[in-house]
Nanobody
């Protein structure tokens, strides 16, 4: 079975930074795409960042320039470095994986196949 486990969430003041991690296990494909989604209370789930197997990246407009998605190529672990956090970044963050292009799914509004359980990020003003 495929498992994605997030870590690194927490509480931070506006302007601060956090780094989320996601570890993937049980995935049978050697190449996959990865990403991060978030959902705030009362709001729809939205894609935040995506990283394709060829290195292509995509970001939601409000996080571009502040968030960076990256991967440890030696391990099935990827990260979301979040800088200059804002109160509106407060949400449950989910890591996702799929064999399909994450950047394409972000632009088309498709839903990745595999999800982690989520980690809470709270940014206070």
């Amino acid at each position: 079975a495929v498992h994605l486990v997030e870590s690194g969430g927490g509480s931070v003041q506006a302007g601060g930074s956090l780094r989320l991690s996601c570890e993937l296990s049980g995935f049978t494909y050697s190449r996959y795409c990865m990403g991060w989604y978030r959902q705030a209370p009362g709001k729809e789930r939205e894609a935040v960042a995506g990283l394709d197997w060829d290195g292509s990246t995509g970001y939601e407009e409000s996080v571009r320039g502040r968030f960076t998605i990256s991967k440890d190529n030696a391990k099935n672990i990827w990260y979301l470095q979040m800088n200059t956090l804002r109160p509106e970044d407060t949400a449950m963050y989910f890591c996702v994986a799929d064999v399909r292009s994450m950047t394409a799914m972000m632009s088309m509004g498709d839903t990745p196949d595999y999800w982690g359980q989520g980690t809470q990020v709270t940014v206070s003003s």
